[in-house]
Each structure stands twice: as C-alpha cells, then as structure tokens.
C-alpha cells in the first residue's frame, strides 16, 4: 500500500507492457493479409492458418511432436510417480543421491545434455527417430513429474493412510484407494509439464531429430532459418494458445490442491 | 523449463524429510522397510543412469580421452582467443540480463504483492509470456525488432529515424529478449519473499514516523534480499546456457558458449565440444555452489541440493 506511490503505476504497466506486447504481436500478425510482416496489417485474413492446414510440410511435424509428447507423458509419469513414491520413503543419503540425479537437468545448461545424449544415441541409430526422442524428452520431463508428485505427498495427512491400514485394508488397497486419488492433482500437473516441456522443446530435437523425425520446433527453427512468412506466426499462435491452455489448467489444479492441503 | 525451480520456496525435498520421519516409526525390519522404496524408485534411477547421466559423462569424457588421454585441452583454453572471447561474452551477456532483469522485476514483484484488485491481472500478464515457448518468444522479437519491424516502423512513422535501425542481430537484440524471457524467473522468487514479510513490520514502521520511502529502503528492502538473490542466481544460470534466442536474434559475431559447443558438435570436434560443456557445466555448478550459503538460495534451489 506504502511503496506503490513511489513506484508510480506506470512504470509497472510500462514493464507489463514489455513483457505481453511481443506474444500479442505475434498473434496480431498471424490474422493479417500481407505477405510480409507488417504491423498494424492492412486487412484480417485466415490466410495463413489455411497455408498451415493445408500443408503436409507443416502437419507431419505437428503430428510428430504431438505423437513424441504424448508418449513422453505416458513415460515420464509413470517413471517419475513411482520415483517420488519411493524417494519420499528412502533413507536420508540415498534420497539425496536419487534426487539429486532426478533432478539435475534442471540445472544442467540443456546443449550439454543434448550433445550427450546426440553423442550416446547416434551409435544406437537413435538419431533420427522419434523413440529418440521420446527418451531424451522423458529425462527433461521428469524433473517436473517428480517435484509435483512429491509436494501432494507430502501434503497428505499420514492418519488416513494409517487409518485404512488399521481398518484391515492391504497395502496395496490402501494405496489405490487413499493414496492414489489424493495425489491424483500433483500427478495431473506433473503430466501437464511433462507434455509441454516435449512439445516446446528444440535444443535436444536439434541434434536428435535428423532428416527422419523433425518435430514442430524445428520445423519452425528451420523455416527461420530461411524465411519469415506469417505461416510461423499463425503455428506461434496455434502452440501459444496450446500451451497457454494447459498451463492454465496446471496451474488452477495445482492452487485448489494447495487450498484443499491448507484448508 | 524450470517452472519447478521458480515455485520451489517450500522444495519437495523438505516434505519428503517429514514422510521419512514419520515411516521410520514403522515396526517393521530395516531390510524390508528399504527395499520397496528402491524398488520404486529404481526403474526411473536406471532410466536416467542410461539415457541421460552415462550419455553426458561419457561425452565429456572425451575432453581428456580425445585422441590421447591428456588434459592438453584444458591446458590449450588458456590460449585460446576464441574461447576467451566466447567465454567473456556469454558472462557478460548473463550480467547484462540479470541487471536488467532486477532492474524490470523488482516493481512488478513489489506491485504484485502490494495491489489486491490488480493482482490477478498483473499474474496473467506474467504467466503468458512464462508459459510461452523460448523459440515463439525469440520469433516474436525477430518481428519486433527487423529491419521492417515494428520498432523501426513506428519510429520512422513518428520521424524519429530517416533509416531503419539495425537492432536485429546485434548483442542488444540478444539482452532484450533474454530479458524478457527470464523477467518472470526473476519477478516470482521476489513476490515471494515479499509476500513473506510480516506486514505489521511496515506498518509499525510508519506508525514510528518513517515515510513511506524510508520504509521501503530499511525495512521492506533488506527483507525482500533472499528472494533478490534466490531471483538473481536462477537468471544468471539460466542466461549462461542460453541458445536458442542468441542464435535467433543475436549479432554473428557476438556467440554464446552453447553456440560455440554446437558449432563444434556440427564440425564433430568432440574433444573441444566436450571440454566447453565441461567448462560451462563447471561455470554453472560453481556458482550455483558459491551462492548456495547466502539466505534464500537454500530455498530456490532446495530441492537440487539438499
């Protein structure tokens, strides 16, 4: 209430302003009818979203990313659920050890681990095809499948769990039926990051994707590399309003998990 | 990516110490009560073993194995004119960004914690760009910032320029964008630890006769610097290994560190391409390890060090 006067609105909306104002661009000129980029454009046109559904150049990598996030979801999840599930019961040394490795490509610059793997997975004739992929996307989606499952773990008061021990439900019930839908938000999120974090990724599909998997990043970095026409702009969109949309579903499951936890 | 680092004020791994706490309570026998743990956890510590963790360490192997087991690439950086030059751009250019990114985050952060009826708004426009991917945001300054762009454009219009400004590939494009993707790493560590402080702090600081700029500088200031420190080392790190966006917008000669590696992975010079990864990785763990001790770091990067 105090330091905003002397932090005069303006400035802020100015900063707001820079950090909005590019994706709002790149919306804007995804409508326009001119064949290069000009701002404001001369007249609306869905030119470019039809330049984009129309062509096969454009779909087969969509469908490729589509197709590699999918089964990176399904693979970092399952991995990275049962992970958390047991790293949260490991004595003190090992968790740290564990958690460490899970969690270090997250700190690890991204061209380093996509050189090692490029390096690894051309011996195994993994460059060039979407398995590749696949895996080297799970060991950068699970990072985040891992610390969303962790937090609803700990987030879940003990006494249930002990209370359907008690009440003569086995192990393995209490789990499926306690455990699992209490988690099943943290477990959501975690898949949510996993399938953005493949589908938004190019460093590793740089190196990975060779002529035989191209995901849709790089045809996008590729078609850069060439040209700018606003077929780019209307994908932008098209991912931006994706993303976006996912994200938004994230993060709303995870503030009503964290007021359920508080609560 | 690290949407998880940003959030991690209270990191997973202080939740799991109290789980463990509580399962060691467990009558049962030590072997047993461990092996189901490890058992859980092992496909995906195999998973990574192989796919990730043997993959990197084998290839930066190759920095003292390539063509003879030496460190003579090592030793061949201290002469190196390129690399130095690389080397010294890409930490300028993350000391750049990092101001900047203070610099722009800090009143947002401020602005966010301190406006109830704006906030949500202030959030979304936040969380827009965050959840935007790297490559969309770099085209998009690539549009702002051409020769024909809107930048140029508008200031052409308004008879600011006679000629349209060089701003794309220069080492300012660069600044900018980086900037602008990292702000929001920078912008939710501070609103955190600003969101932290006691309010009746301020309140009896006012009630003492501070003005309010006073109260800011001595009280509010002092107590938002974890969230600065924890906001700064995520920025500077991430900014570091930057790619993507310096390739895109940035000057041809003005190359980060992971241009260079790639460069060098396209010419299949993997020795030297493994000893850059070397030194950047190394660049990045140690200060990731030197600022690790000063309050708030503890808690950004919790969960990747404790």
Known sequence: MTATRFLPAAVVGLILLFLAFPIVVVVVVSFSSATYLTFPPPAFDLRWYSAYFGSEDWLRPTWLSLWVAAATVVLATLLGTLAALGIARLPRALRIVAAGLILSPLIVPVIVVAIGIYYAFSRYGLVGSPIGLVLAHTCLAVPFVVTSVSASLAGIDPRLEQAALSLGATPGGTFFQVTLPLIRPGVLVGALFAFITSFDELVVALFLSGSGAVTLPRRMWDDLRFQIDPTIAAVSTLTIVLTVLLMGCAHLLRRRAERIRTA | ?306
């Open chain 2, 1 to 306: 990516m690290s949407e998880a680092v940003a959030h991690s004020e209270r990191g997973p791994l202080a939740r799991i110490r109290v789980m463990s706490g509580r399962d060691a309570r467990a009558p049962k026998d030590v072997a047993s009560r461990h092996a189901v743990p490890l058992l859980l956890a092992a496909p995906l510590l195999l998973f990574m073993l192989v796919f990730y963790a043997l993959p990197v360490a084998t290839m930066l192997m190759r920095s003292v194995s390539d063509p003879v087991w030496s460190l003579s690439h090592y030793a061949g950086l201290a002469d190196d004119a390129v690399f130095q030059k690389v080397f010294w751009n890409t930490l300028y250019t993350s000391v750049i960004v990092t101001l900047g990114a203070l610099l722009l985050g800090y009143p947002v952060a401020l602005a966010l914690v301190r406006t109830r009826r704006w906030a949500p708004l202030i959030l979304i426009l936040i969380l827009l760009p965050f959840w935007t991917s790297v490559l969309v945001r770099s085209y998009a300054w690539m549009v702002l910032m051409g020769r024909h762009g809107l930048i140029n454009e508008a200031l052409l219009a308004a008879g600011l320029l006679e000629r349209p400004l060089r701003i794309l590939n220069t080492p300012l494009a660069t600044q900018i964008a980086m900037v602008h993707i990292l702000l929001p790493y920078m912008i939710l560590p501070i609103a955190n630890a600003l969101r932290q402080i006691d309010p009746s702090l301020a309140r009896a600081a006012s009630g003492l006769g501070a003005t309010p700029f006073r109260t800011f500088r001595q009280v509010i200031l002092p107590l938002s610097m974890p969230g600065v420190a924890a906001g700064v080392l995520l920025v500077f790190v991430l900014a570091l290994g930057f790619y993507i966006t310096p390739a895109m917008v940035g000057g041809p000669r003005e190359i980060t560190l992971s241009m260079l590696i790639a460069q060098q992975v396209d010419q299949l010079n993997w020795g030297y391409a493994a000893t850059l990864s070397a030194v950047l990785l190394a660049t990045a763990l140690a200060i990731i390890a030197a600022c690790y001790r000063l309050p708030g770091i503890g808690n950004a990067f919790r969960m990747n060090t404790r």
